[in-house]
C-alpha cells in the first residue's frame, strides 16, 4: 500500500472526533460509517491476492506518523467525552451516542494502535501503548496478548482463541475473564521467587489495576459519578469491540499437537486473513493477522501478503456485523473454513 494510504486511517477518528465535538446526532455518523459504509463498500472490493510477500517489504515512517497522530485523537475523544458529560446537560439519546461513539473509537483505534506500540522493542514505544490502554482500561492485554496469546494461540489454553461452534457472546466472557487473570499468573510467573516485597512493587499487573481505579475515581471526584460512568462504559464497549475481532481472527483454527506434547510451530495457516485494502487502511494493515503471528515484531506498515493463510470472506467490519448473528456467522464461516482447509491442502 502507498504511503498515502495510510491517512485514510485518520479519517475516521475525525468523524468520531467531530461527534464527540459537537454532540447531537453527529454521534452517529462514525458508527455508520464504520459499521454501514465500510463493509457495503468491501463487498464489491476484491480483497483476496492482494500485496505482495516480498520479505524485503520496508516500513514506511509516514506509517509512524499516523500512529502518533491516531495516539493523540484517542486522547482527545477521551476529553471530549468527559467534557460533554460533565455539562450535565445530555438526554439519554444523545448520552447513549456519546458512548457509543467513544468506545468505538477507543477500541477501533486506542486498542489497535497500543497492540502495534506494545509490540514495538523500544521502551518508548512500549509505555505508550501502556498509555493509550487507560483508556479502554484494559491494561492487562499488554501483558496477556505479548506473553500469553502470541504464545499460546491457536490452542485450547488461549482465551482469545475462538473454538469453532462457540458464539461471539460466549467467547467474550470467556476471552474477558480468563485474559485477565491469565495476566495475573503470567506476571506472578515472572516474580516467583522474588520476595514479597518485589512482587508489591514489580507487578505490572498490580500497578495497572491501581492506576486504572484510581483513574476512574479521579474523574468521578472532579467532574461527577455520571462522567466517570460514562468513562466506564465507553470503556467496555471498547474492549468488547477488541473481543470480537478477536474472535473473527482466529475462529476455528487449531495447531496440531506434536507427539512430544508441544504443539506444532505458529504458521501463516493459524490465523484468519483480509487483504481488504479499506479495512487495512483504517486499522494500519492489523488485517493482515497471518504476518503478524508469525512475525509478531514486523512493524504493521511492513506486514505482508501470505497465500497460505485463511483468508476471511469480507473484510473486519463486515466480519464484526457478521459475528454478532451466531447463526449466520456460523453457517458462512463453518463453511469457509473447510473450503479454506481444501484449497490449502491442495
Known amino acids: 500500500m502507498k504511503s498515502s494510504g495510510y491517512a485514510l486511517a485518520l479519517v475516521f477518528p475525525m468523524i468520531a472526533v467531530y461527534g464527540l465535538w459537537s454532540g447531537g446526532w453527529t454521534t452517529i455518523l462514525f458508527p455508520l460509517a464504520g459499521f454501514g459504509l465500510v463493509p457495503l463498500i468491501e463487498l464489491f472490493v476484491d480483497g483476496r491476492g492482494a500485496g ?6 520496508q516500513h514506511r515512517v509516514l506509517h509512524d506518523v ?3 497522530m491516531g495516539f493523540l485523537m484517542a486522547w482527545l475523544g477521551w476529553f471530549l467525552l468527559l467534557g460533554q458529560f460533565s455539562q450535565g446537560s ?15 473509537l477507543f477500541g477501533a483505534l486506542g486498542i489497535n494502535i497500543a497492540h502495534e506500540l506494545g509490540h514495538r522493542r523500544e521502551k518508548v514505544f512500549q509505555n505508550l501503548s501502556k498509555i493509550l490502554l487507560i483508556l479502554p482500561l484494559y491494561m492487562h492485554f499488554h501483558i496477556e496478548h505479548n506473553r500469553g496469546h502470541h504464545r499460546r494461540m491457536a490452542t485450547p489454553e488461549d482465551p482469545a482463541t475462538a473454538r469453532r461452534g462457540e458464539t461471539v457472546y460466549a467467547f467474550m466472557v470467556r476471552s474477558v475473564i480468563f485474559g485477565w487473570l491469565s495476566a495475573w499468573s503470567i506476571e506472578a510467573h515472572r516474580l516467583r521467587g522474588k520476595g514479597l516485597m518485589v512482587h508489591i512493587l514489580h507487578n505490572q499487573m498490580l500497578r495497572f489495576q491501581v492506576i486504572q481505579v484510581v483513574a ?15 468513562w466506564v462504559a465507553s470503556a467496555v464497549l471498547g474492549f468488547l469491540l477488541l473481543e470480537v475481532v478477536n474472535y473473527v ?23 484468519w486473513n483480509s487483504d481488504h ?34 483468508q ?3 473484510g473486519y467490519s463486515g466480519m464484526v456485523l457478521l459475528a454478532l448473528v451466531p447463526p449466520v456467522f456460523f453457517r458462512v464461516m463453518d463453511r469457509q473454513l473447510e473450503t479454506e482447509r481444501q484449497r490449502l491442502a491442495a
Open 52 to 57: 505482495s510477500s516480498d520479505l524485503n517489504v
Open 66 to 68: 499516523v500512529i502518533m
Open 312 to 314: 476471511l470472506p469480507t
Open 216 to 230: 476512574v475515581t479521579a474523574v468521578g471526584l472532579l467532574l461527577g459519578g455520571a462522567v466517570a460512568a460514562a
Open 249 to 271: 481472527e482466529h475462529y476455528g483454527l487449531v495447531r496440531a499437537k506434536l507427539p512430544n506434547g508441544k504443539y506444532e510451530r505458529v504458521s501463516p495457516r493459524h490465523s
Open 277 to 310: 485494502p479499506i479495512s487495512r487502511a483504517l486499522l494500519f494493515e492489523l488485517p493482515r493477522h497471518a504476518d503478524h503471528h508469525a512475525h509478531p515484531a514486523r512493524p504493521y506498515g511492513a506486514l505482508r501478503h501470505f497465500s497460505d493463510a485463511h
Open 90 to 104: 445530555l438526554g439519554l439519546v444523545d448520552a447513549a451516542g456519546m458512548v457509543l461513539c467513544a468506545g468505538i
